[in-house]
């Protein structure tokens, strides 16, 4: 799926639920909140920063698939207050600044009927490290900014090194009382949104 291999596993749970084991299958409508992150052998000097993306969102109305983008948290530092290992991971003071905005948090929306694929990653934050431009399209919450994200494109412009920790799980979405049993459309097509970002030379693609 990507072109790295994340030196080790992302904790991820949801309020009421059982910490995460890579490709656990997990009702959606348990997903509605942010969950409870952390991991190993982070630092408490140190920033972090997160993405939250489904692989497998068809466009509304389309059979073209399309990477969403759930949520995007930059500035995440370790609770070092609480006892460790592991380390809880929460925004920093200055989780506001202006040159390092946040994408807010969109809860899983998959169609009932539907298995979709729902990828954390965690990078170091550089120091210096500004949200590239190219990107800014990406902060309303709706299918029109956040369909077509390329998270390796955003990567090199960036200038991140490789994620540090990774996990995801299988979102499930069975059909409630009133929900349609339609079988959705296999997609046709998979599509990224073209940004024009200047290229770097200082990131791992």
């Known amino acids: 799926m990507f072109p790295w291999t994340p030196g080790q596993q992302l904790q991820i749970r949801y309020p009421g639920g059982q910490w995460m084991t890579p490709g656990m299958e997990l009702d959606?409508?348990?997903?509605?909140?942010i969950p409870e992150i952390?991991?190993?052998?982070?630092?408490?000097?140190?920033?972090?920063?997160?993405?939250?993306?489904?692989?497998?969102?068809?466009?509304?109305?389309?059979?073209?698939?399309?990477?969403?983008?759930?949520w995007y948290q930059p500035n995440l530092m370790i609770d070092c207050t609480k006892p460790s290992p592991p380390s809880s991971?929460?925004?920093?003071?200055?989780?506001?600044?202006?040159h390092r905005p946040a994408a807010s948090y969109i809860a899983p929306r998959a169609p009932p009927n539907t298995h979709h694929r729902y990828v954390y990653l965690l990078f170091?934050?550089?120091?210096?490290y500004q949200f590239p431009d190219c990107f800014s399209h990406v902060f309303p919450e709706t299918v029109s900014a956040r369909a077509g994200f390329d998270i390796?494109?955003?990567v090199q412009a960036?200038?991140?090194?490789?994620?540090?920790?990774?996990?995801?799980?299988?979102?499930?979405?069975g059909p409630?009382?009133?929900?349609?049993t339609t079988m959705p459309q296999s997609p046709t097509t998979t599509s990224f949104r073209s940004v024009d970002c200047p290229t770097r030379t200082d990131s791992f693609v």
């Open 152 to 154: 390796r494109e955003f």
């Open 176 to 180: 409630a009382e009133g929900e349609t």
């Open 28 to 33: 959606i409508r348990q997903t509605s909140v």
């Open 38 to 70: 952390s991991s190993m052998n982070l630092q408490c000097n140190k920033k972090y920063m997160i993405f939250f993306i489904d692989l497998d969102a068809i466009l509304p109305g389309t059979r073209i698939q399309s990477v969403i983008l759930h």
């Open 124 to 128: 170091g934050q550089p120091p210096a």
């Open 89 to 98: 991971l929460v925004p920093g003071q200055d989780h506001g600044d202006k």
């Open 158 to 173: 960036a200038g991140l090194d490789p994620p540090i920790g990774m996990n995801y799980f299988i979102g499930s979405h």
